[in-house]
């Protein structure tokens, strides 16, 4: 780890054997700790944590008071908003040790996470996904997919650009910011121009 290439806060605590992308940075009273994946031009908060073995992508972004536990993959441009939870237990007991069941979740490239929202052990988040604030995920998240509640449930669609997208009597929505274009198709949404 060469700390030269990242920025840490005098006041992070950085454990070894943890790879930290060039270009990231790392906030007050944060806790990085070992065999964990960081990717470049990442952005961690204060007081966060990120747990061994973590796999963080290109450009995350970490708001404050974020935990996020082993298991947990993020890809490339995801947002975590402030103060939201990742479990990795589905059935937790303070007596029972359970660090052998860690379960798995992924979020997909470009997901957002709202504000104190609770992302639920193993259920996987797809790509563009949109989690509105306070949110509770309990089951898959679609890519594209806009979802608010407790549990959450889905309740519209968001491009790329995070725009809310609406769709014309042919299934065809054009973000009005980006001009990306998109199809609705069997309950799944896909873009149709070039990346």
């Not at 290439?5 to 990231?24: Q, R």
């Amino acid at each position: 780890m060469e700390k030269e290439k990242f920025f840490a806060h005098e006041t992070a605590v950085i454990d070894s054997d943890c790879i930290i992308g060039e270009g990231t940075n790392i906030w007050h009273f944060s806790h990085i700790m070992s065999n964990c994946k960081i990717g470049k031009n990442c952005n961690i908060g204060q007081n966060v944590v990120v747990s061994p073995e973590v796999v963080l992508g290109k450009n995350v972004k970490v708001q404050n008071n974020v935990s996020i536990y082993t298991g947990v993959i993020c890809e490339d441009d995801v947002f975590l908003g402030p103060s939201m939870v990742f479990t990795n237990v589905s059935n937790p007991r303070s007596a029972v040790n359970r660090r052998g069941q860690y379960e798995t979740t992924i979020v997909k490239k470009g997901a957002s996470i709202g504000a104190n929202s609770t992302i639920v052990c193993g259920n996987n988040i797809g790509k563009y996904a949109f989690i509105g604030a306070g949110a509770v995920v309990t089951k898959e998240v679609p890519d594209y997919a806009l979802v608010v509640g407790n549990p959450a449930k889905q309740i519209g669609w968001m491009s790329e650009y995070g725009q809310r997208l609406r769709f014309n009597e042919n299934n065809i929505a054009i973000c009005a910011e980006s001009g990306q274009k998109y199809k609705l198709s069997n309950n799944s949404v896909k873009r149709l121009d070039n990346e």
